[in-house]
């Protein structure tokens, strides 16, 4: 069988970045130990209230040692609950010191929503039945906003709180 020139370069091509792709994986997956998710905690949607960290008295920021925070939330039709404050109003804002660990744990009550920090290295997606947990330094000082990027519903462009990083 004969192949012309040119299909001899694309070929050559073709498997040249396959091995390179092939490579690249396989440096990520063995030598730095990037792995998919796995044994994700489930919970029942219709019962997010019976897990611990969900329960209404524990939603919103907790410190739970020296520099290292928990922030539990319910995400549901165009809202994130974060809890209540002393006067029982939602709470939108959640303050936490520069260089401080935070632990984000997540999940829905009824459909797929997004959980963004713009501005950080948060941004995870949120579905029913799951528990989606993230954990990030945060090192800028600022104000961020959370939003949900993934389309809920026609409420979605009102889904969004702050997180303010203070120095």
Not at 43 to 48: L, R
Not at 115 to 126: D, E, H, I, K, L
Request: hydrophobic letters at 40%.
């Amino acid at each position: 069988m004969h192949l012309h020139k040119y299909e001899k370069i694309w070929l050559t091509f073709g498997l040249g970045s396959l091995a390179l792709f092939l490579i690249i994986i396989g440096f990520a997956a063995f030598w730095k130990g990037t792995h998919p998710m796995s044994h994700i905690e489930t919970i029942d949607p219709q019962n997010v209230e019976a897990h611990e960290s969900f329960k209404p008295e524990n939603l919103g920021l907790r410190e739970v040692a020296d520099g290292k925070y928990t922030v539990n939330i319910v995400a549901s039709a165009f809202n994130y609950d974060f809890g209540t404050d002393a006067d029982g109003k939602p709470v939108k804002k959640i303050r936490v010191p520069k260089g401080s660990t935070v632990l984000f744990q997540i999940t829905t009550k009824d459909v797929v929503h997004g959980f963004q920090v713009a501005g950080t290295n948060v941004n995870m997606m949120v579905e029913p039945g799951h528990v989606s947990r993230l954990e990030t330094v945060m090192k800028n000082a600022g104000e961020f906003t959370v939003v949900c990027n993934e389309y809920c519903g026609i409420g979605h462009h009102q889904m969004f709180a702050t997180v303010e990083v203070f120095e």
